[in-house]
């Protein structure tokens, strides 16, 4: 099987030797990384197959990490990781679903083959694949193992990207603005929600005639004129009518490394107090962007987005951003820094996020956000959809 | 709010009281629902808010179950759900990833208000959605209550599907088929891989003219030449060449009623040993279809298609297939039934299944499935896409 490796083999080894020293200062001595995109940001590992036991298991005894999932899945781990064949494992598929046998007696062999059975075993505890029953499993299997909550250990590493992470990036960007720009021009009355869903997806997979897209790590977000106070609900089969609202939040996909972006539409005129809640938020949100910089913390960002909203005798309760990435479903976000108060983290350059001003007043909402990158001087915007409401 | 249920009142207050039997039957007396497709089960709620803690809870003292997320979710809750205002509850969004606070301490005073302080409460431990380190904080949060693992505890109620369950099962069929036919129409030597993958989400979005589609719980899984062998890998960008094979499942979702559906297409002539491979597998499937029929085991279903492949002189490592309803990412089986060796669930009429025969030979692979439900004397299919290999 031919390698597809989006990456340098060299760029790979500098991730591994940035966890290996996480791990030492940490007195961890065998890792099970169970988060799709910590799987592949070490590794390349790129496959639909998290719904089952798998880890990439690094240990300080051993040079490269060892890939360990279902057997029909090893073929994809050979394909798209870096790793010599041998530290590739698996288990039979009668460990899948299985009422009576436990994937994590396979699992556990390969950590003790690795020297790991009385040994410091970090696991991403509040992983979303890692159940608490994956977890009591694990230690039922290696009894004489000590286990510490390395969680977000290498999330913290992967939060500042490469300048080859940061071209995906902008691949990502690219797609994400040609989806919003194919819903503007669908949307209109008598259009099914669905059907400007189905055109947000196409251009998705589509992505551009230089590049194709990759699946979201959510689905596009559609919400039609009173459902804008409900930003997670599923799109329905209704046909627009002749004057309405729409809020869109989507993801552009370039090789898992994603790129959110949100715009409000106006199906018909908008009404002025509408117009003027998205005039609110795009000062607010350009007057943050423009403080972005090396050397400030999140929290700093955040209060000149709230200081501008104040002006205006508006707040927002959710926070304004997070960083984003590689990303796999169910999650849009990296889950390290925010945009908020409170969130002291540094920013450095290579670090990016998505800012979302999102305003919720009664019954309307405005959704107009950046996804940026953090420069030596200030910021770069991931994504070129010109920053206002579009009317239809 | 105006409510959006897609069922009556009274279904779910029969699967609720199902679920209470089973509770009592188990001594259990608060149990704590954090599947999706559970939670959707339930009480209606549908949402894409599962990458932060969320449940419903059900408790033996409380008529209805209470519906607990993230504050700005709270809205879809009262929207899709048949519950009373004042059983939905919610958390701020300064405890949604913070380093410091956990939504869970908000989420055990709930349980409290409930009379769970020093209950038995059930948790699904194996679910996609309750990680190792949230049991960890709700057993912090309650330390006078009883755990045990009531994982599947809903998921084998819902097995068996009602009449109005199997008409949206019908209708997710019915997408599927037309998924499909877009991409048999779209597939052509120079097409990239990724374009085929948009117009397959195209449809799935747009579903048909009477009804529209939601998202499916996987990507469309195309697997191009001898990357079938790689049966969850990630589409690429690349062309189709001039003579190729190409493997497709995807899923047809109708408001996450979800049927699963793949097709093996041979873009120019197909080999001899493609063809009789996918006559094979036709004639296992087949067989095996046509002897489903309530009081069967899943396994004595199986063993009908393992002959038929045996006098091939072929074996099947994976399972012959799985059971399927409601479906959430990342899960686009039900973790119930498996159409295996050793799986001695009686099949009753009502319950549905996706029975996939894909066969992997070396460099070469057919994956030709049949989802059904099973009738009172046999089985319907629930697309109606002919079983062949597609040639182009």
Redesign the interface.
Known sequence: ?RK?LHFEKGEFQARLSAVKTAMEKRGIDVLMISEPPNMNYLTGY??????VPQFVIVSLKHEQPVWIGR???R??AV??TYLDDQNVHAY??KY??SATLSAFDVIAQTVRDLGGEKACIG?E????????????DLIRALPEARFV?A?LLVNWIRVVKSPAELALMRQAGAIADAMMQRAIDVAAPGV????I???????????TAE?????GC??P?LCVA??A?????????KPLPKSTTLNLELFGNRLRYQVNLSRSIAVGPPSPAFQNLADVAVEAMNAALDHVRPGLTCSEVESVFRRSLARHGLEK???LG?SIGLGY?????E?TA?L?KGDETVLQPGMCFHMMPGLWLDDVGIAITQSFAVTETGHEPLSSTPRKLFVK
């Open positions: 099987m597809e790129d496959a639909y197959s998290y719904y057997f029909m899945d073929v994809s394909m798209t039979e598929d899948v679903h696991v505890l509040g992983g979303y694949y890692y159940s608490a029953k994956a977890h009591a909550d969680d099914r929600e669905c059907d869903a189905a055109a947000v997806y196409y251009q998705m997979a589509a992505g590049f194709g897209g990759s699946y959510a689905p977000f009173e459902r106070v409900a930003p997670h609900a599923a799109w329905t089969d309760e959710a926070r997070y479903p169910p999650g849009a976000v889950r925010s908020r």
